[in-house]
């Protein structure tokens, strides 16, 4: 009512007096400065922060980088002195390959020298036991050497000679086994003792085995595995 009185004495119109009293007012101070202040010192010491772990963080990736150029300069160093030092042994490391070669093919060429030379062996030890043998009626037709066994064919006054003298041979230095293959009487005589009433001359084979050959090839193949060096062939008991 004191609003309406003031403005119908002081003769303005109702409108201009609305919009007089709607105006804002932009007068008077701020009663809490110190918030504008911190945040301006957040907003740097923030932005500090953020600066201060760019730098960090580009110190560590140089640091890093100058340790592992450093590693790979002390690699290469070890690398090239590594490779001066083969380069040096590579003379004697080849030399020694040679001279393993070399005694590889020698114990190679001995084992088969020997190899190749027990049947010879085996038939000079026959012979020298046949040229001291006495016979005792027993006489000698045929002889084939092999590498493994000796094949016999003799002629003999009965069976307890040939027996005899097929034990006898067994002793000889090197025999693994003797048996007689075949036992039958002459057939060149038997009409003539027959009818004079004696007994004719019996023709047997006899087989005289020097050594086993599945064992043989057994041992070559475990010599050749594990290499062993042999000077002298293996014999069995007399």
């Not at 027959?194 to 019996?202: D, H, K, L, M």
Request: proline letters at 4%; a positive charge.
């Amino acid at each position: 009512m004191r609003s309406r009185l003031h403005a119908a004495g002081s003769g303005m119109p109702a409108s201009s007096r609305g919009i007089r009293f709607m105006r804002p007012w932009l007068g008077g101070f701020n009663l809490l400065p110190y918030r504008q202040r911190n945040a301006r010192l957040a907003r740097r010491r923030c932005l500090l922060e953020w600066i201060g772990a760019c730098l960090a963080g580009c110190a560590a990736v140089l640091a890093l980088a100058g340790w592992l150029a450093f590693e790979r300069t002390r690699l290469d160093a070890q690398r090239a002195s590594l490779e001066r030092s083969l380069a040096q042994l590579a003379a004697p490391l080849a030399e020694h390959a040679k001279l393993l070669r070399a005694q590889d093919e020698q114990r190679k060429g001995a084992a088969r020298a020997v190899s190749l030379s027990e049947p010879l062996t085996h038939l000079r030890d026959l012979l020298d036991a046949l040229s001291f043998e006495p016979g005792d009626g027993v006489v000698l037709q045929q002889l084939r050497q092999s590498e493994h066994e000796t094949e016999l064919l003799a002629t003999s006054n009965g069976h307890i000679v040939s027996a005899g003298w097929l034990k006898r041979l067994s002793a000889v230095r090197g025999v693994k086994g003797a048996e007689v293959s075949n036992l039958h009487r002459s057939a060149s005589r038997s009409d003539a003792a027959a009818a004079a009433g004696e007994t004719g001359p019996i023709e047997f084979s006899a087989r005289l085995r020097w050594s086993d050959p599945l064992r043989k090839a057994a041992h070559a193949s475990a010599s050749a595995v594990q290499r062993p060096m042999k000077t002298e062939p293996s014999r069995g008991a007399q």
